[in-house]
């Protein structure tokens, strides 16, 4: 099964980008209409030698649980809590908004591990964005261009761990239960009967 990995953030900062750029195909749509990924889209996520689920989002909206986009962060949210890590993508070159920080609080009240990406950083544009990403309080973020594959050899320094740990444990998981399928192969053995 492998590591599943959310990307998370308000509509139009590349998170379908940065999801196409991993599965190495364009499965995502990539639109600047806000509203565009709409129910969460899995893919087989390929970044150096590590693999994992990655799931595409749609953008996290502060709005009415009736309303179409409380269903997107409905959906958003329910992608978090089933995600063993997450990414969450601001835009450098608008800088940390409101919606940014609001969300930010509510990442960081979750047991998942945040990777904050501070994506389309390439350039001057987006450089007072990275730094002022420091202020939302889920650590050091990492600069990355999602366009233009610039950044990912540190996402891959700070996704390797995480992904590495689920794997071990599913490994040490699938190991167990064929140890307990061996024991009880040998207690009907032993007993003659099935």
Known sequence: MGAKVAIIGRPNVGKSTLFNRLVGKRLALVDDTPGVTRD????????GDLRFTIVDTAGLEDADNASLEGRMRH????????????????????????LDAHFAEVARKT??????????????????????????????????????????????????PL??????????????AEVEEARTNIAVDEDGEP
């Open 40 to 47: 969460r889209r899995p893919g087989d996520a390929r970044l």
């Open 75 to 98: 959906q958003t949210e329910e992608a978090i809590v089933e995600a063993d890590a997450v990414l969450f993508v601001i835009d450098a070159r608008a800088g940390v908004t409101p």
């Open 111 to 160: 047991t998942t591990p945040v990777i904050l990406l501070a994506n389309k950083a390439e350039g001057k544009a987006g450089e007072s964005g990275l730094y002022e990403s420091f202020s939302l309080g889920l650590g050091d973020p990492i600069g990355i261009s999602a366009e233009h594959g610039e950044g990912l050899s540190d996402l891959y320094d700070a996704l390797k």
């Open 163 to 176: 992904v590495d740990r689920i794997d071990e444990e599913e490994a040490l998981a699938a190991a167990g």
